[in-house]
């Protein structure tokens, strides 16, 4: 999981508000020209500035800025696509409309502009059936009935307004301009009735960005309505300000699309501000209003029937009540509040049944956790975290069949138990869901790639209840998680015995912290000009007490699991740069190169920190080098170059650690502030018998050198590939042939045995 830093964070809301803000100040500055040709313009007919180029201006200015915003978020949410294509529709009827007027052209009725005109309804409403339909699992039997409520209160009492445009459309033959006529009213009431009911059943968390959408479906409806009954009267005018009314509409819709595109949190209304019973009060009033005005006034049947109805679903919450509350308190018990998936409550409830049904009939259980989503939620907020969390249960449920159950136990862990199927099938399952999560998520305008574990337990060869299974799968999550193999499947009891050991491990690991049994060794890197030592690299051990002495590789897992990287972090800069001071003091000039893992730069307070431990031992800032993995650099070069920076500003050396291994880009190369890069020992290894990887490196240091960086090989373990090294004109080496990483007294003893002249003693044994 790519983590990003509360710098990063900060750094991409600048830049998406920098994209944001100059299309909306145009979109502002035209629908004010726009408003001022109207209101001060001439009645004298048509006029080309006001009527013609400023109208066409301010209803294609907000399909520009929703276009532009969608094109920058890659296009991924289907309801703002469809919002977007509905606005074009709609000027590009407009722009039909007003060349014709331009050019002295009388319309038929209908023409091609009400194709344009009319393509913005259907478009529209599905766009609000997606918004809809997203969070449906997720709504409550109040909430639902709240949004049907308000759904048809508001039809009925628009179908009473339209009733005059609807009577008059429908008195002519049957024809096409009738179905026309009659589309428009009918296409405004769908309209106002969806958003109202989408607000209504929205409740007390409605979103800034939402009321943006709802003025603008609001104001487009109202110039609808005033345009036909101004028209059925014969008193509608070209270039007054009911024309403002359409593009204002347009401009509010796009400035939604724009900010839903953006994503991020948007501040939601007070839930004092909204009381449960508004809905139903209001929209009780409004039917028996419609309903009374029906005794005394000819009003149309469409708008007694859906008073009638709204009344219905009004006191049906009053009749069964008891019923309702009950079962959406059991189907709250059972859900995930999140991500609507059933809930730990809900597994042990379902899953039982579903084993005792056939016990001889084979299933799976498989338990999923994303890798490192800890990094998530400390850079971007919990917020992110739980879109991300949103974004998984959705690509997870699309993997599997309707006799499948998905559940969510909380965090980032989910629990699937698949119904009558054997091992193989359980890992064909399991590398569906981890090819389904390699796509890319973007989030807050960042894109993410994201990884997962998953442990498989098989009933009832592995246990005969859910509890037995769920251990045992949780153990083979876990071996998943220490071999990076994906997925793996509990077979015996050397899977119990590595439960166990794991757990004794992160007891240990955290004891090693607070005992100072972590130490560094140090390896040289070696000038390969003069042959002197001008550096070295220290590298984290565990003296462990019973153990002996254990390398990165057999705990460094377990630390960024446990959450621990930062403690270990910040003992390794203490020991690293005590170490550095003590050979400032003896008179030996030594940088000290830091390895960096990821998930320690997303603490935003790391250069700060690291400015002040070089401070308080008298050192200059270019004695520590950082050496930061190319993966880190190539997840969010905005990022890394927040980050970089603020370190480069305290005189911190960067290093980028086994170039070449990941996905490199010249790029950033260019873009980011690197002092070196260190050749990975896969390039420098095989130079002596392939002809290719002398080539490459060959290339590689010149293309370090015309960047003017200083180029670092590892893995030098021979003569033959020093001296290869050194007649490309390589800076720098470390390697066995050298010395191994050894500690700081050794190395001491080892320097001191060189020859000035850059001799060096016989290589080193291997260990």
Known sequence: MVAIAEAAQAEQ?????????????????????????????????????????????????????GGLALYRARFRQLELVLASV???????????????????????????????????????????AVLVGRNARKMAWPVVLDGALGCLTAAAVLAVLLDPILGSAVE???????????????????????????GASQGRSVGSRWILLVLGLMIFAAADVGYALLELTGLYVLGTPLDMG?????????????????????????ARSIPAQTVPVLATVSALTVLILASELDVPPLAVALASLALVLAAAPLVFRQRIRLADMHRQAMTDELTGLPNRRALYTEVPPRLAADQRRRSALLLLDLDKFKEVNDSLGHDVGDRLLEQVAARLLGQLRAADLLARLGGDEFAIHLDGCDIGQAETVAL????????????????????????????????????VLLRKADMAMYKAKSTRSGHHVYLDDDDDSHGGERLRTLDELRRALLDDQLVL??????????????????????????????????????????????????????KALDQAATWQAQGRALSVAVNLSASSLVDADLPDRIGAMVAERGLAPSVLVLEITEDFLMADRDRAHAILTRLRAIGVRIAVDDFGTGYSSLAY?????????????????????????TALVASTIALAHSLGLRMVAEGVEDSVAYADLAGYGCDVAQGFYMSRPIPA??????????????????PAAYS
């Open 13 to 65: 809301v600048r830049a998406g508000a920098r994209f944001g803000s100059w299309p909306s100040w145009v979109m502002a500055l035209v629908l004010a020209l726009y408003l001022a040709g109207i209101s001060f313009g001439s009645d004298d007919g048509f006029s080309p500035l006001v009527d013609g180029w400023l109208g066409l201006l301010s209803v294609w200015v907000p399909v520009f800025v």
């Open 86 to 128: 509905a606005m074009a529709s709609f000027a590009a009827g407009d722009t039909y409309y007003v060349l014709a007027s331009a050019g002295g052209v009388t319309l038929p009725y209908p023409s091609l502009a009400d194709i344009g005109y009319l393509g913005f309804y259907p478009l529209m409403l599905a766009a609000l």
């Open 172 to 198: 002519g033959p049957a024809s096409l301009a009738t179905v026309v006529a009659v589309a428009y009213p009918l296409f405004d009431l769908l309209l106002v009735a969806a958003f109202v009911g989408i």
């Open 246 to 270: 359409w593009a204002t509409g347009l401009a509010l819709i796009a400035w939604w699309i724009a900010g839903s595109a953006r994503g991020g949190s948007t501040r939601a209304v007070s």
């Open 432 to 467: 569906k869901l981890r090819a389904a999560l390699a796509e890319p998520f973007t989030l807050a305008g960042i894109t993410l790639q994201a990884s997962a574990s998953i442990g498989i337990a098989m009933y009832p060869e592995q246990g005969e209840d859910l509890t």
């Open 521 to 574: 060794h140090y390896q040289p890197k070696v000038d390969l000009s003069t042959g002197a030592v001008r550096g070295v690299e220290a590298l984290v051990r565990w003296e462990h007490p019973g153990r002996g002495l254990l390398y990165p590789d057999a705990f460094l897992v377990l630390v960024e699991e446990a959450g621990l990287m930062p403690a270990m972090t910040q003992i390794v800069f203490e």
């Open 669 to 693: 190369l260019r873009e980011l502030p690197i002092d070196e890069l260190k050749l990975d020992k896969s390039f420098v290894m095989p130079m002596a018998d392939n002809p290719r990887a």
């Open 745 to 762: 007294a050794e190395l001491d003893a080892w320097l001191a045995s060189r020859d000035p002249a850059g001799v060096r003693p016989e």
